[in-house]
């Protein structure tokens, strides 16, 4: 089975400031991995993938991800913290084919930022 | 983007009552999903299809069901609604050519 968990449902961070979002998961075969954001009333927009090829992974909108195998993390970070980037955060996980690629998602991280 | 949509956008209904949500897609994908949005749960799959006919439980499946008869929809009913089922439900497709999925807009359903 896999699962995947988000630490810190709430963060606040300054604008200007770095954003880490943290992510931890677990599967029994190599996994998918995925970053997910939800702004108010919207649905969900990919910001970034990792399907097994480069280990640091490059979204949208500056955000980028590292897949550490040995501490089963897949943490998000942005250098610099934009208004904009306000929104609810998702960290999902997918074991391809074995499970009918079904798509396991964290509870959520709502991130906060202040002026 | 991956031509999704769902339906209705907004629904409410009466507890007891049986209601259907449509997604559509317009790009002939094989899986399609319909997960739940709850605060505090993320979201949470209801069920999913792998193919015409083809489906299988997710981990919420309990008080719905699902068909899907032709590759471009995938309905999910509610056999008779209760207030534990208001919720945001999101039809999602997975692609082939990323291997990504893909999330419709969303259907907000409440059951007064």
């Known amino acids: 089975a896999q699962s995947v968990t988000q630490l810190g449902s709430h963060v606040s961070v300054s604008e200007g400031a770095l954003v880490l979002l943290r992510c931890n998961y677990s599967s029994s075969v190599p996994p998918y991995l995925f970053w997910y954001v939800q702004y108010p009333n919207q649905g969900l927009q990919l910001l970034l993938k990792y399907t097994s090829a480069a280990t640091l992974v490059k979204g949208i909108n500056g955000f980028e991800a590292e897949f550490k195998k040995s501490e089963t993390s897949f943490h998000l970070t942005k250098p610099s913290a934009h208004m904009s980037d306000a929104a609810e955060y998702f960290c999902?996980?997918?074991?391809?084919?074995?499970?009918?690629?079904?798509?396991?998602f964290g509870e959520g991280t709502q991130l906060t930022v202040n002026p | 983007d991956a031509g999704i949509t769902q339906s209705p956008r907004h629904k409410v209904t009466e507890t007891g009552t049986p209601v259907t949500l449509r997604c559509h897609q317009t790009?002939?994908?094989?899986?399609m999903y319909w997960y739940r949005q709850d605060p505090g749960h993320g979201l949470r799959l209801i069920h999913y299809s792998y193919g015409v006919k083809d489906t299988d439980k997710g981990e919420v499946s309990d008080g719905y069901s699902v068909s899907r008869s032709k590759t471009e929809d995938f309905l999910l009913t509610l056999e008779s609604a209760t207030s534990s089922q208001t919720s945001v439900y999101f039809c999602?497709?997975?692609?082939?050519?990323?291997?990504?999925?893909?999330f419709g807009s969303g259907t907000r359903l409440t059951v007064v």
């Open positions: 999602a497709i997975r692609r082939t050519d990323y291997y990504g999925y893909t």
């Open positions: 790009e002939n994908h094989r899986y």
């Open positions: 999902a996980v997918s074991d391809g084919e074995t499970s009918g690629s079904r798509l396991t």
